[in-house]
């Protein structure tokens, strides 16, 4: 039984690290173009940062949580 919870556990942190570094290379998107001045997405792309950066950062701390660095 602790086989298999072990391996939950090692799923869940890489599904949840996974996840922090689709949310940085969102907020790498984005940042570059508002950066880059895109009038034609500015909007869009201001909309994905402000969801992406801070969703991001949450799910790296909980990574870093889950596996003991913090």
Do not use: E, H
Request: overall charge negative.
């Amino acid at each position: 039984m602790d086989d298999i919870l072990q391996a939950l556990y090692n799923i869940l942190v890489l599904i949840t690290g996974f996840s922090a570094v689709i949310c940085a290379s969102l907020t790498a998107v984005a940042l570059i173009n508002i950066i880059a001045s895109s009038a034609i997405s500015y909007r869009d792309d201001k909309m994905l940062l402000a969801w992406s950066f801070p969703t991001g950062l949450c799910l790296a701390g909980i990574t870093l949580i889950m596996l003991g660095a913090i």
